[in-house]
């Protein structure tokens, strides 16, 4: 005997996924994602697919280890969408539950009708208890629901993705910044399912140096005010104002890596015989997908400092990890180690500390914004741990002895604890990756997050 349970109105169903807690005491993940046309996935699906959306319901955890299902990342392969875990990137189709490493995890048929959205799981009188969306809203500052032809894009449709990153990169205001990132991945994703997918467009566009800024004071990293605890106001406001620089900063690496390295070629192990292999689509729809995330985070932490009284550029800011970008510019998998793995990675074990000072604070509006951060910033890390592994898997080469030897190369200072090692073993990340670390001789901080 099942029970059928009603979650809502397409209408009202905006996220693209929800975390739903039953009256059984487990939690089953929604996912909402663009329904597939037929040239790309030869399976149909209509009884859950209204309006250009399909809905799909899997357990909340993998079968395999545990992982967060409600963090996993979303791929499109032949068979359709496969959600894999975040920490051992499992891969389970979202039809089936069926993966390619012999597990499988339970899914649960959803039926729409009326517009209503309902999910079917076994046992008798079970019911909805709550249900929380993940994938939150980008603070916009202006009405995004008005079509205004002055904010739309100026961008024509056949644009190619490098292009369109290099648009955003020179675009010094951060509100136009965090529209157009959207709107981009936006654009990308939907257009990934169509037989008209955006063309990457290597070489079609150059980024610039430097992304510019709009009227901010730059200063070096270790001039930076000193925050404080975050027991008084004026030491919060500090303190999200350094974590937005370093989401405004965090956008543009991520679109910087998309066109900087679009024409990038594997280096096979001389001998093999092998090919060099170009980057994966599914490349740049991880990196555009993190762009998007960052543009989210930034906007989020200025409303709030708005909401706080201040604004973001009332305090200096730092350029010290356009730096890191600056030296890792020729190399991609220089750039996914210092970036992802070194600094995003120094975020994991820095966003646990700052989040206690500001509930010590009872300063819980902020809480939340930061603990949206965090756990975004847990797929990063495991984004670049992907990439770089599949790199070294295609030459042949072991992850952990090529970042290691690249921190040696680009990093100043050692890799310093206290680690965060629940959150980057879940990236991927074990103790071998960053124990008795350093680079060159340090000069000033290093930066966290992104």
């Not at 990236?427 to 290093?446: E, I, K, N, Q, S």
Request: hydrophobic letters at 40%.
């Amino acid at each position: 005997m099942n029970s059928i349970i009603d979650l809502g109105t397409h209408a009202s169903l905006t996220h693209t996924r929800y975390t739903i807690t039953l009256s059984t005491s487990s939690q089953i993940i929604l996912f909402r994602l663009p329904t597939l046309s037929p040239s790309v996935c030869s399976v149909a699906d209509t009884s859950n697919s209204t309006l250009g959306w399909t809905y799909y319901a899997m357990e909340s955890v993998c079968p395999h280890a545990g992982g967060p299902m409600a963090d996993s990342h979303v791929d499109l392969e032949d068979s359709g969408y496969v959600a894999s875990c975040p920490w051992h990137a499992y891969d389970f189709d979202l039809r089936t539950g069926e993966s390619s490493f012999g597990v499988k995890a339970c899914v649960f048929p959803v039926v729409i009708s009326d517009d209503l959205v309902s999910v079917e799981i076994p046992g008798r009188e079970v019911t909805l208890v709550g249900m929380e969306g993940v994938s939150e809203v980008v603070e916009f500052k202006h009405d995004s629901t008005v079509k205004d032809s002055a904010r739309m894009t100026e961008l024509a449709d056949d644009v190619t993705m490098c292009e369109w990153c290099v648009h955003i990169l020179n675009t010094s205001d951060p509100e136009r910044k965090i529209e157009l990132t959207t709107q981009l991945f936006s654009n990308f994703a939907t257009r990934e399912q169509t037989s008209d997918a955006m063309i990457i467009g290597a070489g079609t566009a150059k980024p610039p140096d430097e992304p510019p800024r709009e009227a901010l004071q730059a200063v070096k990293p270790w001039e930076m005010p000193n925050p404080g605890r975050g027991g008084t106001l004026k030491s919060r406001v500090t303190m999200l104002h350094a974590l937005a620089n370093v989401e405004q900063w965090a956008i543009d690496l991520a679109l910087d890596i998309c066109v900087r390295f679009a024409a990038f070629r594997t280096s096979p192990p001389l001998g093999s015989g092998d090919k060099p292999q170009p980057l994966p689509r599914t490349f740049f729809y991880d990196w555009l997908r993190v762009a998007n995330d960052e543009a989210k985070h930034f906007s989020l932490l200025r409303a709030r400092l708005e909401a706080m009284g201040s604004h973001f550029g009332a305090l200096p800011v730092h350029h010290g990890l356009w730096e890191s970008a600056r030296l890792t510019s020729e190399d991609l998998r220089a750039r996914i180690s210092i970036i992802a793995l070194v600094h995003e990675a120094r975020g994991l074990d820095i966003n646990p500390l700052t989040i206690a000072k500001f509930r010590t604070a009872k300063d819980l509006d902020s809480v939340g914004v930061l603990e949206i951060i965090h756990r975004d910033e847990v797929t990063h890390v495991t984004t670049g741990h992907r990439w770089l592994s599949w790199i070294c898997e295609q030459e042949g080469t072991q992850p952990v002895e090529v970042f290691r030897g690249y921190v040696m190369k680009y990093f100043r200072g050692a890799v310093k604890g206290p680690f965060n090692t629940e959150a980057r073993a879940e990236a991927g990340m074990d103790a071998c990756y960053y124990t008795d670390l350093a680079g060159g001789p340090a000069r000033g901080h290093v930066v966290a997050g992104g």
